[in-house]
C-alpha cells in the first residue's frame, strides 16, 4: 500500500482558487490511478475526479468540470487538483485515494481505492 498525504486546503472566497497535493510514499505511484473525492457532514462521498495511472485517463464528475483541473508529477510522487471559481457547495473535506494499476472505468467508484490519505478541509465562503 502506498501512504498518501494531501494538503493545501483552507478558507478561501467564491471565486478564489486552490492547488491541492496529494503526495505518496512507501512506493512509486506512477502505477496508481488516483482519484479526489470529497464530504461533506451527513452526506456521501463524492467523486470529483479521477486520473489513471497513465495520465491519458481523466475524468470529472459535472459540478466540477470545466473548473477543476487533476495533473500528476511522477517524478514527484504527486497528483494535484486545481481549484478555479470555487463555488460555496465546493466546500467539504477533500480526500486523495489511490489503487494500483486500476483502469478506470463508468463503475469505478470510491471502494475500489484501498489506499487513502487523511483529508484536507476546503471552505469556501459566499
Known amino acids: 500500500q502506498v501512504q498518501l498525504v494531501e494538503s493545501g486546503g483552507g478558507l478561501v472566497q467564491a471565486g478564489a482558487s486552490l492547488r491541492l497535493s496529494c503526495v505518496a510514499s512507501g512506493q512509486l505511484f506512477n502505477p496508481y490511478t488516483v482519484g479526489w473525492f470529497r464530504q461533506v457532514p451527513g452526506k456521501d462521498r463524492e467523486e470529483v475526479g479521477i486520473?489513471?495511472?497513465?495520465?491519458?485517463?481523466?475524468r470529472y464528475t459535472d459540478s466540477v468540470e470545466g473548473r477543476f483541473t487533476i495533473s500528476r508529477d511522477n517524478a514527484k510522487n504527486a497528483v494535484y487538483l486545481q481549484m478555479n471559481s470555487l463555488k460555496h457547495e465546493d466546500t467539504a473535506v477533500y480526500y486523495c485515494?489511490?489503487?494500483?494499476?486500476?483502469?478506470?472505468?463508468?463503475?469505478?467508484?470510491?471502494?475500489?481505492?484501498?489506499?487513502w490519505g487523511q483529508g484536507t478541509q476546503v471552505t469556501v465562503s459566499t
Open positions: 486520473i489513471s495511472w497513465s495520465a491519458d485517463n481523466t
Open positions: 485515494a489511490a489503487e494500483r494499476c486500476l483502469s478506470p472505468t463508468w463503475t469505478t467508484t470510491h471502494l475500489d481505492f484501498g489506499s
